[in-house]
């Protein structure tokens, strides 16, 4: 299996720009997890969906983001407009069903907003 | 509500030396807990899991056991190499809840 698969895997634009990080989970999983990863912050969870549905997405930091999750092997995360303190590392994950089932992560994204 | 509090890094050993990394957790219930290493430039991967008390993961030599009376799940390992050099991550999952809470990572450098 090709795992969780992240694009692109580095990003840099201008502060302002509409940036869009794509995740292709892993066939048959039926949850999506998106991540950020800062040195200050840590990994926190921005959004996650199940069978496509969005869940819980109190971790989106504001209404600058959204992400969408058109069909069982897509998702996408969009900031727009860009910020500086937007950068960071973007992790996707995916996991089955199951309720002890462990995600599995992408390489994530690098994002750099000049 | 949750949460999952680990051991400050960063952490530096000789290699063949004795690891622990402590990690505590906050929650209701009966969690399930993971330790997740993250490599350079890599994303991040399950080393090993327990989903009841007393369980112990492993996995590559590491061990960690789920203590619920102190609420601890330290990860150990008795002789580290210099391949293991990353940082490692201790979470929780609530029963029947999808998303994982992270600690705070610990980053590992092991010396040759």
């Known amino acids: 299996d090709a795992g969780v698969i992240q694009s692109p895997r580095h990003e840099v634009t201008e502060m302002g720009q509409e940036v869009t990080l794509r995740c292709k989970p892993i066939s048959g999983h039926n949850s999506l997890f998106w991540y950020r990863q800062t040195m200050m912050r840590g990994l926190e969870l921005l959004i996650y969906?199940?069978?496509?549905?969005?869940?819980?997405d109190s971790g989106m930091p504001e209404d600058r983001f959204s992400a969408k999750m058109p069909n069982a092997s897509f998702s996408t995360l969009k900031i727009q407009p860009s910020e500086p303190r937007d950068s960071a590392v973007y992790f996707c994950a995916s996991s089955l069903p199951r309720e002890k089932d462990e995600q599995f992560f992408g390489p994530g994204t690098r994002l750099t907003v000049l | 509500g949750n949460s999952v509090t680990q051991m400050e890094g960063p952490v530096t050993l000789s290699e063949e030396a004795f690891l622990t990394i402590n990690c505590t957790y906050t929650a209701t219930g009966y969690p399930s807990l993971f330790w997740y290493v993250q490599y350079p430039g890599e994303g991040l991967q399950l080393l090993l899991k327990a989903t009841k008390a007393d369980d112990k993961g492993s996995n590559k030599g590491f061990e960690a056991t789920y203590r619920k009376e102190t609420t601890s799940f330290h990860l150990e390992k008795g002789s580290v190499q210099v391949s293991d050099s990353a940082v490692y991550f201790c979470a929780l999952k609530k029963n029947a809840a999808r998303q994982l809470t992270f600690g705070s990572g610990t980053q590992l450098t092991v010396l040759p």
């Open positions: 969906f199940n069978n496509n549905v969005p869940i819980d």
